[in-house]
């Protein structure tokens, strides 16, 4: 069974600058998520999709950071602009139940923002 | 709202030693508790999770965890490490039915098992 992919794994930018992240799931799972991984800190959800609609954004900067979920299957995560603080590893999981916690994790995008 | 703590960043152990790493946890009703680990350059797995039943919790490569209702706690633990138990791990909590089903992470432990 595939996992979930992610890309780019790295990406350095400068501040003010915008990027964007990929993320498939694991095919057949409805629930999406975005989490943000600072050094040295836990984990913290930024937008949770339940099949292509926005079940939580509260966490989510909105001024700066968006996200889409078209057609319910990919997703991209997106920046602009980028500050120096949005430095961390953005990780995209997936659940076949948004219920269960059981959540798979893709390997990580790592951003650098100069 | 739903938080957890781990009040280590690092725990060393021997290999063939058994390994503690700590968990307490901060819950309005009935709490839904989550082991995660994560390797070097990898995503987090899930280990193991406390919905309702037995104290002890069985799961992945050996690990179990006690829930303490008592003590707010929920350690996760290994009879014998292995030098490849080596990795952070993060406890996290679900908010409860109805909540958003979100997970809270706790900001982590490194284990490091050495021979």
């Known amino acids: 069974e595939a996992g979930v992919a992610q890309s780019p794994r790295y990406k350095i930018i400068e501040k003010r600058q915008s990027v964007a992240f990929w993320c498939n799931p694991i095919s057949g799972h409805a629930t999406l998520y975005w989490y943000q991984q600072i050094l040295g800190q836990g984990p913290k959800l930024l937008i949770q999709?339940?099949?292509?609609?926005?079940?939580?954004d509260s966490q989510l900067p909105k001024d700066r950071f968006s996200a889409e979920r078209l057609k319910g299957v990919d997703s991209t995560l997106k920046i602009q602009p980028a500050k120096l603080e949005d430095s961390a590893v953005y990780l995209c999981a997936s659940s076949l139940e948004p219920g269960t916690g059981e959540l798979f994790f893709g390997e990580g995008s790592r951003l650098t923002v100069l | 709202a739903q938080s957890v703590a781990q009040p280590e960043d690092q725990v060393n152990v021997a290999e063939g030693n058994p390994l503690t790493v700590k968990c307490t946890y901060s819950v309005s009703g009935n709490p839904y508790l989550f082991w995660y680990v994560q390797y070097p350059n990898r995503g987090l797995q899930f280990l193991l999770k406390?919905?309702?039943?037995?104290?002890l919790v069985k799961g992945s490569y050996g690990f179990e965890a006690e829930f303490n209702k008592s003590q707010t706690s929920f350690h996760l633990k290994k009879p014998s490490a292995l030098v490849s138990d080596s990795a952070l791990y993060f406890c996290?909590?679900?908010?409860?039915?109805?909540?958003?089903?979100?997970?809270?992470f706790g900001t982590g432990t490194q284990l490091k098992v050495e021979l």
């Open positions: 999709f339940q099949n292509n609609g926005v079940v939580d």
């Open positions: 406390y919905i309702t039943g037995d104290n």
């Open positions: 996290a909590v679900r908010d409860p039915p109805g909540g958003g089903n979100k997970l809270t």
